[in-house]
């Protein structure tokens, strides 16, 4: 049975992966904001209604509903610390393009230069 | 009659930029550091040196002061061909001027440096398993069959550096640009250079543990 959440759990892995490496848009990150309310109300739910997380581990072969909100869990970090990186990424190469712009044109120019040297 | 711009990405170097940039000038009128927002006084030793300076506001990464280099020289109409040059003093002015010749008289796109063609070179049995290692990596996954895909002397005609851009900041943009020229059919050949490694450019270098790192920046770009 634990089979099933095996395949499942690679499936959502995939599925992140897929977004995470298409790009951003509006409509990743309202998908992106989705999954993370769903994350927050199963995690809040799991505090009021424990069965309700025991009885959905063992319909996918599962022991203890605490497991299966671990599992989600690290999904959902592993989502986050891939959304990060990619955020990162783009955030540094604006702030690339902005500096190398600024150290263009505060330098002297290549035939200015020239000009002086002559 | 071409016109060779030395692009030399500085980072604190203040102590060995000085002569460095001496010892080019001797060779080449047009010499451009990118100071990668040193602390020190490099950008000072430099312009004394002879130097035009390119500053970043913020640091950045060797990859980006090289791309700075490229954007800065392609700004000169008269600008035929680059070198790529060490601040840390390892490289030989000598070997870049015969690089700049072999560019001009043979048509090519690129001369790439390479400290496996003689023995000249001394380096630790670690430091010469890993360069070969990231040769055979670069060799795989981009076609070009480098000896030394790690080498930061090179020369680029204007043709080819128009068709380049780094994204690699750090430390991977040396594969990303052999990438890049891979894409591009570029006509290439290397040339053997010897590399003085000082206590000083030993200290300023990279550790072989690096190689991990670039590893990572190039699989998750």
């Known amino acids: 049975m634990t089979l099933i959440f095996q395949i499942l759990a690679v499936v959502v892995i995939l599925i992140a992966a897929f977004f995470m490496l298409r790009g951003g848009g509006a409509r990743h990150q309202a998908i992106r904001r989705i999954l993370m309310l769903l994350f927050i109300v199963a995690a809040a739910s799991s505090v009021f209604f424990p069965q309700v997380w025991t009885w959905a581990a063992h319909l996918i072969g599962i022991g203890r509903g605490a497991d299966l909100l671990l599992y989600f869990l690290v999904l959902t970090f592993l989502g986050f610390v891939a959304s990060t990186y990619r955020r990162f990424r783009n955030l540094e190469h604006d702030v690339t393009e902005l500096s190398r712009q600024v150290a263009l044109v505060t330098a002297p120019q290549p035939t200015t230069h020239q000009d002086e040297s002559s | ?221």
Request: aromatic share 6%; glycine share 10%.
């Open chain 2, 1 to 221: 009659m071409g016109r060779t711009w030395v692009i030399v990405p500085m980072y604190n170097e203040g102590s060995m930029i000085g002569s460095v940039v001496s010892e080019l000038r001797e060779h080449f009128e047009f010499v451009v550091c990118v100071d990668d927002g040193s602390a020190d006084d490099s950008v000072a030793a430099a312009r004394a040196a002879g130097a035009v300076v390119v500053t970043h506001p913020i640091n950045l990464g060797q990859g980006a002061s090289l791309q700075t280099g490229f954007d800065y020289a392609l700004l000169d109409p008269l600008m035929t061909d680059v070198v790529t040059f060490d601040a840390d003093g390892q490289h030989q002015v000598a070997d870049a001027v015969g690089m700049v010749a072999q560019l001009r008289s043979d048509g090519l796109d690129v001369v790439i440096g390479s400290r496996f063609l003689d023995g000249r070179t001394q380096m630790t049995r670690l430091k010469r398993g890993t360069l070969r290692l990231a040769a055979w990596y670069t060799r795989a996954t981009t076609g070009v069959a480098l000896t030394d895909a790690h080498n930061g002397l090179r020369v680029l005609g204007r043709d080819l550096l128009t068709r380049i851009h780094l994204h690699q900041n750090r430390m991977a943009h040396a594969s990303e640009l052999i990438d890049q020229i891979g894409g591009s059919n570029a006509r290439w050949a290397e040339y053997p250079t010897h590399i003085v490694y000082s206590e000083y450019s030993k200290a300023k270098g990279q550790s072989v543990l690096n190689s991990i790192n670039i590893l990572v920046e190039l699989l998750f770009r």
